[in-house]
């Protein structure tokens, strides 16, 4: 690990980290820090049925005082690019360019700190120059992937380990101390030496433990070379998901055999990740998407999370036919509105909420045999009296090749005198975040 002495001043928290910060009153009780291509995100798994699964539990079990932090080589350009592709929840912590950049939040504020951190023995322009003297070996990658502490080329393999030493030492003379990493037998990235998803994290702990929310626990989550820093982390659980590879797993072999808070998971990518939080009790780790029927749900998990996760678990279902067509569904949706309880459409349309709940009993496998998921990101409820919650979201709808989402707003009450007693929806907001143009509008239930 390299040192994290030169670390900015703590006492001046920049603005990006207060707002994770803040958002928690106390430690994390759990922060999972992924990487996303063939561990978050399975590329074999067109359905995105592990990733799904992952969402559900983590909006209705961990949301609300849990930290999600993704780590990716990505640059932010080709990161957005996933998050069109598949559905990814927002992370409250976005670690992209192998370790070089960190932001927060949904905004995506860069960390100051970190980026001063990385500024010392690191001159871009020099790394311009010096690697210019090697026209024949490098191939300058795409503009959007050379960022303001990560220089990057294709390599050929044979040409590889040579230009990696010429370069190292020239660095060196110029006075930087850089990291070189090959990988894939094509790329390669010449870094700072302080930076990587190992140290990166790193320096994210030693923020929260500053602050004094250290998360309770931590589960790193990865598949290849590059992850392998963030296993050697002390104090955090780990997980190689099933298709790790073999880099990881001999890097594991030999450097953490005897470890016992790191596993190989027997599931591929997001299911390894559920394993894993199972295998090491950091919490429920029994996603929604594995309930059969809500009705005969259990009541242990309440939260007003759980309960929007539920509902348009329940409404995707319902679409693809895969409940009964029973009236008895319908019925307990109602059962659980309040009758002079509004729903706003994001047409600006204005109904009463039982009544939108008998338009959607009409809906009833309309989307059976086709392509139709619906995903909720960024629950967050706050209290807003002793029996009622102010809860918002992002309600996503994938059809076919078109997503759209909507930020709702939600007031929920509860029903009996106990959260066991489940709730009652009183009011529905909604307000377009992404459409398609022209699409018709109507087709948005709810
Ligand atoms: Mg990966």
Redesign the pocket.
């Known amino acids: 690990m390299g040192e994290m002495k030169a670390i900015v001043n703590f006492g001046n928290v920049p603005v990006g980290s207060r707002i994770i910060m803040d958002r928690l009153n106390t430690s994390a009780r759990l922060m999972i820090v992924s ?5 978050m995100v399975d590329h074999h798994d067109s359905e995105n049925l592990s990733l799904l699964r992952f969402n559900a539990l983590w909006e209705a079990n961990y949301r609300h005082d849990s930290l999600l932090v993704f780590s990716t080589g990505r640059s932010p350009t080709l990161y957005k690019q996933l998050r069109k592709e598949k559905p990814m929840l927002t992370p409250d912590i976005t670690i992209m360019s192998v370790g070089t950049e960190i932001t927060y939040g949904n905004s995506m504020v860069p960390d100051d700190g970190w980026v001063e951190y990385l500024n010392q023995k690191w001159d871009k322009d020099i790394v311009r120059e010096e690697t210019s003297k090697f026209p024949e070996e490098l191939t300058l990658q795409a503009e959007t992937e050379q960022r303001a502490h990560k220089v990057s080329f294709y390599v050929k393999k044979d040409k590889a380990q040579a230009v990696t030493k010429a370069l190292s030492e020239a660095l060196e003379k110029r006075g930087l101390d850089v990291k070189i990493i090959y990988s894939g037998g094509i790329d390669l990235d010449i870094l700072p030496q302080g930076a990587g998803k190992g140290q990166a994290l790193a320096y994210l702990l030693k923020k929260f433990r500053t602050e004094g929310k250290l998360p309770v626990n931590t589960l790193v989550c ?3 070379g590059n ?1 392998a820093e963030l296993f050697s982390i002390p104090e955090v659980h780990g997980v190689m998901v099933k298709n790790a590879q073999e880099e990881l797993l001999q890097w594991h072999a030999e450097n953490a055999r005897d470890n016992p808070k790191i596993i190989h998971a027997k599931e591929r990518c997001a299911a390894g990740i559920i394993e894993a939080i199972g295998y090491f009790h950091l919490g429920p780790n029994l996603s929604p998407r594995d309930v059969g029927d809500f009705l005969e749900c259990k009541l242990e998990n309440v939260n007003p999370g759980h309960e929007v996760v539920k509902f348009y678990l329940f409404y995707e279902r319902w679409r693809r036919a895969e409940v009964a067509h029973s009236e008895v569904y319908i019925a307990s949706l109602k059962a659980n509105s309040l009758p002079s309880g509004v729903f706003v459409h994001p047409s600006g349309l204005e109904q009463q909420l039982t009544d939108r709940i008998s338009a959607l009993g009409s809906h009833y496998g309309d989307k059976q045999g086709q392509q139709f998921r619906v995903w909720v990101d960024r629950v967050l409820a706050s209290e807003i009296s002793s029996d009622a919650w102010l809860v918002k979201f992002n309600k996503w709808e994938l059809s076919g090749e078109e997503r759209q989402s909507c930020v709702t707003t939600a007031i929920l009450s509860l029903k009996g005198s106990s959260i066991s007693d489940g709730f009652t929806w009183v009011h529905v907001h909604q307000t377009w975040l992404e459409r398609s143009e022209g699409k018709d509008e109507s087709a948005w239930i709810v």
């Open positions: 990487d996303l291509d063939h561990t990865g598949d290849s992850d």
